[in-house]
């Protein structure tokens, strides 16, 4: 499986930006996609997750109402409103087999190799 994400870049606060992630190889056992953010210094952590056969999504509690995670077979995309300065950071897209989605910050299998968003204030 490989996982390739694009769309990040440098926005001021306030702004919008949606990510891309591209799957492809052997997805068939895929059961759920999330995006994790990680800031400059700091841990990577969840941000959403999405289960590949119904959509169902789950959102951490500091971007919930704010992004949006959708997908289709082979791509899942984050949409991300009303940016922040704390939303700076890689972002990383990640697949895995299972459907269970919460803790948002388990275990992934298979990992892009990120894309830089920049909030500026």
């Known amino acids: 499986v490989r996982l390739v994400e694009s769309g990040g870049g440098s926005v001021e606060a306030g702004g919008s930006l949606t990510l891309s992630c591209v799957m492809s190889g052997d997805t068939g056992d895929i059961g759920r996609v999330a995006w994790f953010h990680q800031a400059p210094g700091k841990e990577r952590e969840g941000v959403a997750a999405i289960r590949r056969r119904d959509g169902t999504t789950e959102y951490g509690d500091s971007w919930k109402g704010r992004f949006r995670i959708r997908r289709s077979n082979t791509m899942v995309w984050l949409s991300m409103d009303n940016l922040k300065h704390e939303d700076t950071g890689i972002y990383y897209c990640?697949?895995?087999?299972?459907?269970?989605?919460?803790?948002?910050?388990?275990?992934?299998?298979?990992w892009g190799q990120g894309t830089q968003v920049t909030v500026s204030t």
């Open positions: 990640a697949a895995s087999p299972g459907l269970v989605l919460l803790p948002l910050n388990q275990t992934y299998n298979y």
